[in-house]
């Protein structure tokens, strides 16, 4: 049986969370606590962990409320809560009536912690008895009772949701709270989650696990679908197999990844989520505070969102790694984390097939640069770039979600070129090769990819890639790779791009072919925040 399926929130495989202990702790001496995830975080199966660790406590009651009532009202709410608590004390004009009722029983435990999912929902607006919004004055009725018994513990969770609480409808809840955010798993974590297929006897090979990762982000959930899709494959998988997985997923999943940025992208809200991340993607690394906090003081929605909230819902949503603290660090050192969310998704509309291919390759080639720590494995004589087949799987995905149709052409005498690209059922194909620098056949690339032309290539590319160029590497490169080839060869100027040189050769073949490859260096930094 597949231990894998993204569509549950209890997974077989579960990889513990940082935070558990510490909110367990705080429910237990009868805090609260609020916790900040995206769609696809984990949230649920954060909670139904914490409930399994607390009823590990003897004396403890824990209950998981997973939604709201379908009728939004504060005396629904506490319907419900006396149901759930097994009390008959509906009529109770407040929770605390429940809680006394409750412990006054015989039997009743020493403590009771109730661990609220859907807290978003809460925040909707809905049938307003008392003249304030239902979800308000239900949560500030329980934090009220939470104080005044002591043995009482509160979890909500929830993303946009929570500050539509603290801004809209205004909550007592909120503020004595213990806040956490549920952050993507690295690579160490979701190597983690695929010990199933360890245990079958199948492990996945390195280059999958880090095709997965860069393609997911670590989201959890968006893992645990390519798990559940590799479980399935007969035969070793491949990074090409990840690449069709999460190609194929936008297609069959579209509204999935919608819903995921729904809390960024929503200007109802606020738009500053959206223009700090947008700034994120465009200067990756060290960034002026003072100049995103420009991109949240401009008004917008009803959310009063200073550069901490939005930097700690970016952090939720899965969309950027930060180092140092979200209220002081000055540069503030933010990276988008590579996944489908943070490839682009639009391919700006050029006169001919080649000048379209090759924009789009320019433009995936800066996204990696901005990402390029993601691209780096552990190594004893310190990082190592991960081999050319990822590089080439996660720039297949970045081309397929451009709209470009990978061809997985069959092996011939001249080999397999690593990309074959159409473009809307075209009969021109573009084919790209992915080298390392310094690694074996990377100074041949031009001759490899002439090998490969036919009458329907229209565009060919070379991506070299490297952490250690040498100096003047584009005049090295052109004198080792280049001269004495037959091209004809001319440097093209590239403004405000990562790429450190782009070399175009034309060159001619039998039977009148010319072939029009285009070489581009991209040096990648080794440094992780």
């Known amino acids: 049986m597949n231990p894998y399926n993204w569509q549950i929130h209890s997974p077989q495989v579960e990889i513990p969370r940082p935070d558990l202990g510490k909110v367990t702790a705080t429910l237990l001496e009868g805090g609260s606590s609020v916790v900040l995830g995206g769609r696809g975080m984990g949230k649920s199966v954060f909670l139904d962990q914490l409930r399994a660790e607390l009823e ?69 607006s809905g049938k307003q008895e008392s003249g304030q919004p239902p979800g308000r004055g239900f949560f500030n009725d329980l934090e009220a009772s939470r104080r005044a018994l002591g043995r009482l513990g509160l979890l909500a969770a929830g993303s946009i949701g929570i500050y539509v609480f603290r801004d809209v409808l205004g909550s007592s ?75 194929e997923f936008r297609e069959e999943h579209g509204e999935y990844l919608r819903d995921l940025l729904k809390g960024l992208t929503n200007p109802r809200l606020s738009e500053a989520p959206q223009r700090v991340w947008e700034r994120i993607q465009r200067e990756s690394g060290e960034i002026s505070r003072s100049v995103l906090e420009e991109a949240c003081r401009r008004p917008d929605g009803p959310l009063d969102l200073d550069l901490a909230d939005v930097l700690h819902l970016l952090q939720a949503t899965g969309l950027v790694r930060l180092q140092g603290s979200a209220y002081s660090s000055d540069p503030v050192v933010a990276h988008p984390i590579t996944s489908i969310l943070n490839l682009p998704s639009a391919s700006p509309p050029r ?22 720590a993601d691209f780096f494995r552990p190594h004893p004589k ?94 090295v ?40 490859v285009d070489h581009y260096l991209l040096w990648l930094g080794r440094r992780a925040p």
């Open 351 to 372: 006169e001919g097939f080649r000048e379209r291919f090759l924009n789009d390759l320019e433009m995936l080639l800066g996204k990696l640069h901005r990402s390029s």
């Open 173 to 247: 809840f909120l503020a004595r709270a213990l806040h956490v955010r549920l952050l993507p798993f690295g690579p160490g974590e979701s190597a983690d989650l695929t010990r199933a297929f360890d245990e079958r006897g199948t492990p996945l090979p390195d280059d999958v696990l880090a095709g997965l990762q860069l393609a997911t982000g670590g989201l959890p959930a968006l893992l645990t679908y390519g798990l559940q899709r590799l479980w399935r494959l007969e035969g070793l998988p491949t990074p090409h197999d990840v690449t069709a997985i999460y190609a």
């Open 382 to 475: 310190g990082k190592r770039l991960l081999p050319e087949a990822v590089f080439t799987a996660h720039l297949g995905l970045g081309f397929d979600l451009l709209g470009w149709t990978i061809e997985r052409e069959a092996q011939s005498v001249a080999g397999r070129t690593d990309l074959k690209l159409r473009r809307n059922g075209s009969r021109e194909v573009a084919i790209v090769e992915v080298k390392i620098w310094g690694h074996p056949g990377a100074k041949e690339a031009q001759l490899q990819i002439e090998s490969y032309w036919t009458a329907e290539v229209a565009a060919g590319a070379v991506v070299q890639i490297a952490d250690a160029a040498p100096p003047e590497w584009a005049e």
């Open 56 to 124: 590990r406590v003897a004396g403890v009651r824990v209950v998981l409320i997973q939604a709201p009532p379908p009728e939004l009202t504060v005396r629904a709410c506490l319907d419900s809560l006396a149901r759930v608590l097994g009390v008959a004390a509906q009529g109770a004009l407040y929770s605390l009536e429940i809680f006394e009722t409750f412990f006054a029983r015989d039997g009743a435990p020493e403590r009771l912690v109730l661990l609220f999912d859907e807290f978003d929902r809460y925040a909707e």
């Open 477 to 516: 490169y052109r004198r080792e790779c280049l001269e004495g080839s037959g091209c004809e060869v001319e440097r093209r100027v590239l403004s405000d791009s990562p790429v450190q040189a782009r070399w175009t050769c034309n060159t001619a073949l039998r039977e009148g072919m010319v072939a029009f």
